[in-house]
């Protein structure tokens, strides 16, 4: 059982130096990896070479790069780029991305998100395991007409994906290496996510998949002021129908409904009932909500529960 963070520091004066110092905060608290999230900012994977360059022996990785508006190709540069650069300590995670964004931002249509997963973890997986794809699919056609394969790279790239609905899971099951749900909470894994992708990946005949649950939450002692802060901060996220199904699912009403706000206590034994539910690894996210000093007391409860 491992424990992580995702890292952030849109609002420094330098992004790239300031998610440095933070992950060797995390290293130092004992945490055993730092996620990077993608929008439109700064690129997630190059950030997370960047860091797990400086910082040794902290596992790096992204959540969630989308799918739409980006091509395997590319995405298998920056991915095995990052492989290398880290010694093999770089997790690649991909997501659907929402309507919102795909279409508001890139113009691209918002269709059949199941289908262009599929093609572009396929060919993706040919990219990452060989350095060479030869895949023509119905939304997708990834060649090598040059190589593809970035010496240091060699062992592949761990493919997880933002996976939480009926469809993505099996699709996740079958061709990723493992997914990354966000806001599920303990019930929803149990009943819902781990059952599906771990039958899909076993109907595939592949291992068991690694569950990485990203947690909303923080350790603070004004727990209802903190509270309104992530009901605000978190509110986007009941728009979005994948995330208002998983919420529900989880038996809340409200996105804040699942995040961890609490003492040192009531974060550990969350972590423990993640990791009942059948989750491999808990990350936690929005730790810097309630400032630095709480920030640290949560990192160091999740570095002292790192397996």
């Given amino acids: 059982m491992t424990t992580g963070v995702t890292l952030q520091a849109n609002d420094a004066d330098n992004q790239v130096d300031a998610s440095v110092r933070l992950a060797r905060e995390a290293s130092d608290a004992g945490l055993r990896s730092a996620w990077f999230g993608q929008t439109f900012g700064a690129d997630s994977p190059q950030l997370a070479a960047i860091v797990g360059r400086e910082v040794p022996g902290l596992q790096v990785g992204t959540s969630a790069v989308p799918v739409f508006g980006r091509h395997p190709l590319v995405v298998s540069s920056q991915a095995q780029t990052a492989q290398a650069a880290t010694h093999g300590r770089y997790h690649l995670g991909l997501a659907l991305g929402t309507k919102l964004l795909t279409e508001g931002g890139f113009g691209i249509p ?128 009941e728009q979005i129908p994948s995330y208002a199904r998983v919420i529900e699912l ?24 993640y990791r ?25 409860v999740l570095g002292s529960l790192a397996g």
């Avoid at 291992?207 to 002692?221: E, H, K, S, W």
């Avoid at 989880?250 to 009932?273: C, K, L, P, Q, W």
């Fill in 110 to 237: 918002f269709e059949r998100p199941i289908a262009r997963l599929r093609e572009f973890l396929t060919a993706l997986r040919q990219l990452t395991v060989t350095g060479s794809a030869d895949f023509h699919g119905e939304l997708i056609t990834a060649t090598t007409p040059v190589p593809a394969r970035v010496p240091g790279a060699d062992a592949g790239v761990p493919l997880l994906v933002a996976a939480m609905g009926p469809q993505a899971l099996r699709v996740s099951g079958e061709l990723a290496d493992g997914v990354l749900p966000y806001l599920a909470g303990p019930r929803a894994l149990a009943e819902h996510i781990v059952p599906a992708v771990t039958a899909a990946a076993r109907a595939a005949g592949r291992p068991a998949p690694r569950i990485v649950a990203l947690v909303n939450g923080v350790v603070t002692d004004d727990v209802e002021a903190v509270r309104e802060k992530v009901t605000e901060k978190l509110a986007f996220y």
């Fill in 276 to 300: 009942d539910a059948g989750a491999t690894e808990v990350v936690f996210s929005g730790t810097e909500i309630a400032g630095d000093a709480d920030r640290l007391r949560t990192w160091d």
């Fill in 250 to 273: 989880s038996g809340g009403r409200r996105a804040a409904d699942v995040a961890v706000v609490g003492d040192e206590r009531r974060i550990a034994e969350e972590v423990r009932r």
